[in-house]
């Protein structure tokens, strides 16, 4: 249990906010409680690894500890790393074998030390199969006490996952559902004088203000990864000179930019942008899509932006769930600035101003054509490279 997959490396100044503090408090609290599984969301650059990193080095001497990233996990990967955590680096076969080893270790752990902790990160990205996975170690029981700790870390609102009909052994031992707030005005401040401090500043005050501390505090919204990230480029921009609150800059400003972009949005993260360079653009959840949306309501092929002149077309692929724009279900339209765009939980802003039309698109033939163009695409890239990899094998024999 050494190698953790969230790094352990040292965060340098180390500075203690009320949140932050609070958020500790209820990790330590998870694990006195029988039930032992917690709940912890924040949007990202809100500290929760930070906070993960503090509590670990807190308990590692006294139990087993392992951090692992749900991203995208299915159950044989969310197993691996679950063992390499607690220090089993083995070759298992199957899944059932992989649980199996977990099992024991787990209740060895129980019966001998203490019951072991799992933090889970980013849970709302994992595959249902894993999630599976997760609720069966959630179920492993010792003298009819659950032998394995768990806390689930997530950018967003994990609870109503959590309260599927599939996660009952994990939804009946959850202690409480933690939301990681931002610092304060006065404790931004102090945050940001510290983080000087230990980038060799002597005299903090004297290059940033009061008042410009209040001011990145403000942009920041509180969040001390934008936060620390914001003072150090003003930093570096200021070298040793005094810094003025007009020298910042609202990083969320508008740039005037004349290709169509998708602010792409879900509540508790923070927004990223999509410039629309090519004239198709193919919106869904499979890794393969121009516009990947990790949404459980996104089909794998869920709807295509096509660029023709001043106008960007959505057309809807016959997706499960809908494409919607601005409220209103859709099967094709000509996109104009500012429209909203929903796919399950995601909101897709247009930003183009030269969109003028509101013309509807009528022509049920449309998403099929557009979806065999895509298909005819990939199987042309297939076939470019499959010669090629049978030339690569031959030479190899």
Known sequence: MQDYETELRDPGTF??????????TFFGEVLADERGVGLLHGPKSSGKSVVVNQFVRQVQSRLAVAVVNGTR??????LTRILEQFGYHVALNSVDEMLNM????????????????????????MYPSALSALCKLAAIEVNGRYALRVILISNRDIERIVNSPGMASIAKRVVGNFELGPMSSGEAIRFVYAKLKSAGVDRPDDIFSVEVCEKLHALSGGWPGVLESMSMTVLEQAGQSSVRVDDIIDPSAPVVDKTPKLIVTLSGEHPREVRLTEKRALIGRSDLSDIVIPDQFASNQHALLIRDRNAVVIVDLKSRNGTFVNSR??????????????????????????GHSSIEIDNPDLADTAKMKNIADARRIREQIIPTLTVVADRKK
Do not use: C, W
């Open 15 to 24: 500075v203690r906010y009320q949140a932050q503090q609070d958020a500790l």
């Open 73 to 78: 996990l299915k159950t044989a990967e969310l």
């Open 102 to 125: 977990v099992n024991v270790f787990v209740v060895q752990q129980t019966r001998t030390y203490q019951a072991p902790l799992l933090i889970l990160e980013n849970i709302n990205s």
């Open 329 to 354: 279900r859709v099967q094709s339209k000509v996109l104009l600035h500012n429209d909203i765009i929903s796919i399950g939980d995601h909101r897709l802003k247009m930003v183009y101003a030269a």
